[in-house]
């Protein structure tokens, strides 16, 4: 199954003073997705966005918004970022258990919203095999989650092979995405390996051209 590249930029990595600015610059180079980490301090050591970002993002921008939870227990605040405006709602497999997560699959699923679930780079693809059918998105981390700018971990890549090749059994339409070091480079080796969904951040917003970035990788 081919499926369609999209970049979707980090606001992670924009000016926190002008982040309303670094979203319409980001429309205007073709951005499709924008990717929005959501931070606790308890799951990952850093805090960021918050549900109340997400909404004035969401008022401000058409554009999908691809929202990434690196949260403890997420399933106390999905109803908070599902009325907040988020497209998809990505959580992790580590952040609960396994009750629970089927639960917060659920719920999200039975609101209308894309569900997404993510693995850390020491988490194997047997610890998602059961949902693997019901999920709209698989995020495989290629850093240990928690900050931007860190190098992209290419020893994930017979990780994101294996799931890949399981994904296409069992449902060939979920989106496969990577997050942490991507640029024009490791995006390559990304796809080579049947990713089809790339988060950047410092890569992208660093780049002095936008478009040429994110069409380089979504052509
Ligand atoms: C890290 C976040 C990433 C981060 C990526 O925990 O999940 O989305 O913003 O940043 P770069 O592209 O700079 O590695
Ligand atoms: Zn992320």
Not at 19 to 30: Q, T, Y
Not at 137 to 165: D, H
């Amino acid at each position: 199954m081919n499926k369609e590249y999209i970049v979707s930029p980090s606001l992670l990595a924009t000016d926190p003073m002008n982040m309303g600015r670094d979203i319409k610059m980001l429309e205007d180079a073709g951005a499709k997705w924008f990717h929005v980490d959501c931070m606790d301090g308890t799951f990952v050591p850093n805090f960021s966005f918050g549900y109340s970002i997400v909404s004035a993002i969401n008022k401000l921008s058409d554009v999908v918004l691809d929202v990434h939870l690196m949260i403890d227990k997420p399933i106390r605040y999905i109803d908070e970022y599902i009325k907040a405006g988020a497209d998809y709602l990505t959580i992790h497999v580590e952040a609960d258990t396994e009750e629970n997560t089927a639960l917060a699959l659920e719920k999200i699923k039975s609101q209308g919203v894309k569900c997404g679930l993510s693995i850390k780079p020491n988490t194997p693809v047997s610890a998602i095999e059961k949902y693997l059918d019901k999920l709209d998105l698989v995020l495989v981390m290629t850093v240990e989650p928690g900050f931007g700018g860190q190098s992209f971990m290419a020893n994930m890549m017979p990780k994101l092979k294996e799931l890949s090749e399981k994904l296409a059994k069992v449902n060939p339409a979920c989106h496969i995405q990577v997050d942490g070091g991507i640029d024009v480079n490791t995006s390559k080796i990304c796809k080579e390996n049947g990713a089809n969904v790339f988060v950047a951040g410092s890569a992208c917003l660093k780049a002095e051209d936008k478009k040429a970035f994110i069409s380089a990788i979504e052509n």
